[in-house]
């Protein structure tokens, strides 16, 4: 299973970047699917993350601003970003949920794309 994450950039305050995560190889389903990020010098934060359904979840930091979203049909997961800061600035990582064996499911991580803040 890989997942390939793309979408990081330079971008000014306020600014907006749109994320994109595609899982691809062998495997069954793929349950929650989510975004995390790590800050210059600091530990990976969960960001969002969604399940099959629809329900979402977002921190705090990033409630009203961020929106993800998800294509089941190509097991792809989003995340647009708006009203971007300097706060947002990091390396972003997606991960999900995969089945692989129909017995559990095992969480996998992709490359992390960079996203820059900055004017």
């Known amino acids: 299973v890989q997942l390939q994450a793309s979408g990081g950039g330079l971008v000014q305050p306020g600014g907006s970047l749109q994320l994109s995560c595609g899982a691809s190889?062998?495997?069954?389903?793929?349950?929650?699917m989510g975004w995390y990020r790590q800050p210059p010098g600091k530990q990976r934060e969960m960001v969002a993350t969604?399940?099959?359904?629809?329900?979402?979840w977002y921190s705090d930091s990033v409630k009203g601003r961020f929106t993800i979203s998800r294509d089941n049909a190509k097991n792809m997961v989003y995340l647009e970003m708006d009203s971007l800061k300097p706060g947002d600035t990091g390396t972003y990582y997606c991960?999900?949920?995969?089945?692989?064996?129909?017995?559990?499911?095992?969480?996998?991580w992709g490359q992390g794309t960079q996203v820059t803040v900055s004017s």
């Open positions: 190889g062998r495997f069954n389903s793929v349950n929650v």
């Open positions: 991960n999900a949920d995969v089945d692989t064996d129909g017995y559990r499911f095992d969480v996998y």
């Open positions: 969604i399940t099959t359904g629809g329900l979402t």
